[in-house]
Nanobody, 125 residues
Framework: QVQFVESGGGSVQSGGSLRLSCVAS????????MAWFRQAPGKEREGIAC????????YYSDDALGRFTIYRSYADNTVNLRMINLKPEDTGTYFC??????????????????WGQGTRVNVSS
């Protein structure tokens, strides 16, 4: 059974940074493109970043570009999202999922069967 577990969220002040991690069971993330999604309070879940499977190519939403970095850690088999210069509008629950990776990730809505519990990020001004 495929299961994703996200971690690393927390409460930070505006301008702060966090690193989110995603681990999977029943699924080898190394061989698939992966993406991070965010669900802000009262809003739908939307894509913010993705990374290709072998190429390592990455794409970001407009508001994540330049502040967020998605990367793989093969040592511990995780897909991570490094976030800097956080803003209050980054507040939300963050999820990882496997999804094809291209420039459509920004704001993408995704019907997926294996969403995890997500990890909550709260950015205060």
């Amino acid at each position: 059974q495929v299961q994703f577990v996200e971690s690393g969220g927390g409460s930070v002040q505006s301008g702060g940074s966090l690193r989110l991690s995603c681990v999977a069971s029943g699924f080898d993330m190394d061989n698939y493109p992966m993406a991070w999604f965010r669900q802000a309070p009262g809003k739908e879940r939307e894509g913010i970043a993705c990374i290709g499977d072998k190429s390592g190519i990455t794409y970001y939403s407009d508001d994540a570009l330049g502040r967020f970095t998605i990367y793989r850690s093969y040592a511990d088999n995780t897909v991570n999202l490094r976030m800097i210069n956080l803003k209050p509008e980054d507040t939300g629950t963050y999820f990882c999922a496997t999804r094809f990776c291209d420039s459509s990730i920004g704001g993408a809505r995704y019907d997926y069967h294996y969403w995890g519990q997500g990890t909550r990020v709260n950015v205060s001004s």
